[in-house]
């Protein structure tokens, strides 16, 4: 595998497996690495003939008062796992490789980045897409491959590369959870003991919402309600918004009459959990009912 540091490097490597014919599967992270980025990365080397991870922590998708300054960096064990997987380079650029001196180009994505996350984290996606503009025009990737529990990321990056012509298939890879349930995530090493015991609530609530949907409930109120309960229920645990969505324009619905996506973020102490599960509506019996 090779450590790459410049975008130079990058491209330069990359355009060379493109002219040899090769497919490039991109996985872009922030570093950290658990077993739910590990599973995107196998996705992205079972698919390509090539397969690019970027680690950089990108500064400018974190709010004032966010985690950025404490965020977990575990480099040389991220090098160490994309090794053992197979992938063919690692791409750790310094952020000045990201936004040189004179950047002042920014991608927006409306509509999509209003709701949900967007509401509470403001200029957040502004910084995930302009980032991933960036990485992507750096890696030239065919695809690249992005985690069903960010749902709302997966759908804004969708819109963007439909949007910009970019040629790049978007590949969502599934939500990785724990014994208990509760999604992989890196902030979950911020958890105290109690609060770690009580965040598998917030999947069981999509599980039941999820088992409601099945035996014929469509009220989104109802289903969003099932999150709501199961939160409720615990003392470390405040919910900061649970709302079922159409999972492509993130519009909500009042009822579950196709696909949905029903999404929550949960408040575990001072950190911000977030998880979703898609619902399907049951078949409508013949007499309407």
Not at 42 to 59: E, K, T
Not at 77 to 89: F, P
Not at 256 to 268: F, K, M, Q, S
Request: proline share 6%; with cysteine.
């Amino acid at each position: 595998m090779r450590s790459v540091r410049t975008a130079d490097e990058m491209s330069r490597l990359s355009t060379q497996w493109r002219r040899a014919g090769e497919t490039v599967g991109f996985v872009p992270t922030m570093g950290n690495l658990h077993r739910g980025h590990m599973s995107l990365v196998q996705l992205a080397a079972g698919r390509a003939d090539r397969a690019v991870v970027s680690i950089f922590l990108n500064p400018t998708q974190f709010g004032e008062g966010e985690d950025l300054e404490d965020y977990p960096r575990t480099p040389e064990e991220d090098l160490q796992k994309l090794r053992e997987a197979g992938v063919d380079a690692a791409f750790l650029p310094d952020p000045r490789e990201i936004y040189p001196e004179g950047f002042s180009t920014w991608v927006e994505v409306e509509g999509l980045t209003e709701g949900l996350c967007g509401r509470f984290r403001p200029g957040h996606f502004r910084g995930v897409t302009t980032v991933c503009a960036v990485l992507f025009g750096i890696v030239r990737p065919h695809f690249a491959v992005f985690g069903r529990k960010d749902a709302q990321q997966l759908a804004v990056i969708r819109r963007m590369t439909v949007d910009l012509r970019m040629g790049i298939e978007v590949v969502a890879g599934p939500v990785v959870r724990e014994p208990d349930g509760l999604a992989i995530s890196s902030r979950n090493g911020y958890l105290s003991p109690e609060q770690r015991r009580q965040a598998a609530a917030i999947s069981r609530g999509l599980r039941r919402a999820a088992e409601m949907a099945a035996a014929g409930s469509r009220d989104a109120a109802a289903l969003e309600g099932a999150v709501r309960e199961a939160v409720a229920g615990q003392d470390q645990l405040r919910l900061q918004y649970v709302s079922l969505v159409d999972p492509e324009t993130t519009e909500p619905m009042s009822v579950l009459e196709r696909t949905g996506l029903l999404a929550a973020a949960v408040y575990a102490g001072e950190t911000r959990l977030i998880d979703n599960v898609m619902l399907e509506p049951a078949p409508k019996r013949k007499n309407g009912r």
